[in-house]
């Protein structure tokens, strides 16, 4: 019988609450089970004990504390993938776009912008937790080598 494994750790850091709700409702509809994280100090001390982890954020959290939270969240867990998820309405302010760039710079690997279609979410979702688990299992397969 074969062991079962167990999911690549998902976080939501998403400050906007409607946002949030719709990720989490249709994330959990789909069979994706994120931790909901309420502020980034708490999310950072989970991540220094991952190897990896995928996080979706918000613009909403890079407004409250800033395009460094993802550096942060790098430096804890270097091989998390970051997801940000903009709203139009940041885009047409300057500042919001140059913190979007900024987070980008910084090492997000990719973002959503509103409307979130359900497939563009889901299929994040999935290629990045295939990615991680795959990940873990050939370091599995290393370690046991």
Not at 40 to 47: A, D, N, W
Not at 49 to 67: H, M, N, P, R, S
Not at 77 to 97: E, M, Q, T, Y
Request: hydrophobic share 40%; glycine share 4%.
């Amino acid at each position: 019988m074969t062991p079962k494994r167990k999911q690549a750790p998902f976080f939501l850091l998403v400050a906007n609450d409607q946002t949030r709700n719709y990720l989490l409702d249709l994330l959990k509809g789909n069979n994706y089970f994120p931790e909901v994280m309420p502020e980034p100090s708490e999310l950072i001390q989970i991540l220094k004990k991952q190897a990896c982890a995928i996080v979706f954020a918000d613009c909403e959290t890079i407004a409250l504390y800033g395009a460094g939270i993802f550096a942060k969240v790098k430096v804890a867990c270097p091989n998390c993938k970051i997801v940000l998820f903009g709203d139009r309405a940041h885009l047409r302010n300057k500042s919001h776009r140059d913190l979007i760039k900024e987070a980008m710079d910084i090492g997000v690997y990719a973002c959503i912008l509103a409307p979130y279609e359900e497939w563009e979410v889901l299929s994040m979702a999935r290629y990045l937790l295939i990615k991680e688990n795959q990940s873990r299992l050939t370091e599995r397969q290393e370690s046991e080598d």
